[in-house]
């Protein structure tokens, strides 16, 4: 398990590796990253300022309690609402991007698809790419809800909260940047879903990779377009796991005739 969720992080890394072997390319996908970045900077800042006041605001009860605790309760609190902030503008950043920059990540997409010896032949429409960011963002906000609820467990809500939404978020990464591999092959819901399902440790090693290195301040920016081309490989080698057939246990040896 643990191996193959490292062998998820070494894709996104080998998706880093084009920025060196295809340096134009990979810059196409910077402008609209930066746009996307900024409009969610735009938001994120003052949440952070003003959430000392919406942290009194959610704890008027603790307003009697004598320190440590009300001081522990609200840094708590605010830990995991910036936690939860932060799974969401990732699932935001990502549909933003992909859907103002879909011409650019069309073309990184189809570059690895070539430098993998493959010519795709088919196409992500653009709506469709609207309504799979619309739908990236709606479950970004369930995840988001549900670290919240998390988070208010007692002692372990904050870290739980963490870690359950980095995963969940993880996931959702990788199987919203894989789409535009399995679209140019035609498959079906179900069919990614059994493909994804069966590489589970290597998809969230991939997308908790991606969302991390989203967290590094500038770092979603130079990220996306690796993660475009890191996800293509990802496909790949799903597809090839897929279609390998399981090796078929051998039939037992005959038995030996009994000596006369």
């Known amino acids: 398990m643990i191996r193959e969720f490292f062998a998820g992080v070494r894709f996104l890394g080998r998706g880093f590796g084009y920025w060196r072997t295809h340096t134009r390319l990979m810059s196409l996908g910077l402008i609209p990253a ?11 800042v003052p949440l952070l300022i003003s959430l000392g006041p919406i942290i009194d605001g959610m704890t008027p009860f603790a307003d009697g309690w004598t320190e440590p605790w009300r ?17 969401l503008s990732a699932a935001v950043f990502t549909a933003l991007t ?32 609207v309504g799979e960011g619309l739908r990236l963002v709606v479950l ?21 909260a963490s870690i359950i939404g980095i995963l969940l978020n993880g ?3 990788a199987r919203e940047l894989t789409g535009r591999a399995f ?6 819901g179900i069919s990614r879903s059994g493909m994804l399902r069966a590489g589970r ?10 969302q991390l290195c989203f967290l590094v301040p500038f770092g979603a920016i130079v990220t996306m377009p690796a993660a475009v081309a890191g996800s293509t490989l990802l496909a ?19 038995p030996e005739p009994p000596h006369a």
């Open 34 to 44: 930066f746009i996307a970045w900024a409009l969610l900077l735009a938001v994120f």
């Open 71 to 87: 001081g522990l309760v609200r840094f708590g609190l605010g830990a995991v609402i910036v936690v939860a902030a932060l799974a």
């Open 98 to 129: 992909l859907t103002i920059g879909d011409p650019f990540y069309q073309r990184i997409w189809r570059g690895v698809e070539r430098s993998l010896g493959e010519e795709p032949t088919g196409n992500t429409p653009f709506w469709t790419t």
């Open 140 to 160: 970004g906000i369930l995840i988001a809800l549900l670290t919240l609820l998390i988070g208010f467990l007692p002692v372990v809500g904050g870290i739980t």
């Open 171 to 173: 996931r959702l990464l």
């Open 183 to 188: 679209d140019a092959r035609g498959l079906t």
């Open 201 to 210: 440790a290597r998809v969230i090693g991939f997308g908790v990779a991606t």
């Open 236 to 254: 790949h080698d799903l597809l090839r796991r897929a279609n390998t057939p399981s090796p078929q246990p051998s039939a037992p040896p005959p």
